[in-house]
T-cell receptor, first 113, second 115 residues
Framework: KAGVTQTPRYLIKTRGQQVTLSCSPI?????VSWYQQTPGQGLQFLFE???????NKGNFPGRFSGRQFSNSRSEMNVSTLELGDSALYLC????????????FGPGTRLTVL | AQKVTQAQTEISVVEKEDVTLDCVYE???????LFWYKQPPSGELVFLIR??????QNEISGRYSWNFQKSTSSFNFTITASQVVDSAVYFC????????????FGGGTRLMVKP
């Protein structure tokens, strides 16, 4: 069974630009969550999508948005990039029910210059 | 609000030593779930265990064991006879009822196992 895949793996952008990251969950998983990992703030929850609907959202500004498609693939978008957005962005997928173990992808490392 | 604290930021041991990683959590819910994840240098988080708040039985899986104590709000993780391959960052996480799959992570403990 293929794992969670994320593209691209690495990305370099400049301040003010926008970026879109993609996540393909494990086949059959309908929940996709996004996390931001930085040395200073650690792992922080961004949002979760389930059956194309945002089910939960973390404490991030509106520049961070996401969506989920009918095939459960998800994208997250960050507009007007700031230096502080440099981070490892991790995507996780899980089965329908809550509280299940989440399977994480390898992440996208975003560097903002 | 929920919170997870991993007081040990970094631990260094010599191979074959036993090591315990501490995790203390805070939550107002009576129903919640606790997790441990391993993050090797590759960056991908690897699921290790999930425990619900009504199951305080300790669990052992090979060289890994977990001690869940609601009285002290702790969910500690012990590696017996550590190996170099155990070197990684370990995260404890909490999920409360009603928040879907949202995980609140602790700050992580970097474990270095030296040969």
């Amino acid at each position: 069974k293929a794992g969670v895949t994320q593209t691209p793996r690495y990305l370099i952008k400049t301040r003010g630009q926008q970026v879109t990251l993609s996540c393909s969950p494990i086949s059959g998983h309908r929940s996709v969550s996004w996390y931001q990992q930085t040395p200073g703030q650690g792992l922080q929850f961004l949002f979760e999508y389930f059956s194309e609907t945002q089910r939960n959202k973390g404490n991030f500004p509106g520049r961070f948005s996401g969506r989920q498609f009918s095939n459960s693939r998800s994208e997250m978008n960050v507009s007007t990039l700031e230096l502080g957005d440099s981070a490892l962005y991790l995507c996780a997928s899980s089965h329908d029910r809550s509280y299940n173990e989440q399977f994480f992808g390898p992440g996208t490392r975003l560097t903002v210059l | 609000a929920q919170k997870v604290t991993q007081a040990q930021t970094e631990i260094s041991v010599v191979e074959k030593e036993d090591v315990t990683l501490d995790c203390v959590y805070e939550t107002r819910d009576t129903t919640y779930y606790l997790f441990w994840y391993k993050q090797p240098p590759s960056g991908e988080l690897v699921f290790l265990i999930r425990r619900n708040s009504f199951d305080e039985q300790n669990e052992i899986s090979g060289r890994y064991s977990w001690n869940f104590q609601k009285s002290t709000s702790s969910f500690n993780f012990t590696i017996t006879a550590s190996q170099v391959v155990d070197s990684a960052v370990y995260f404890c996480a909490l999920s409360e009822e009603g928040v879907g799959n949202m995980l609140t992570f602790g700050g992580g403990t970097r474990l270095m196992v030296k040969p």
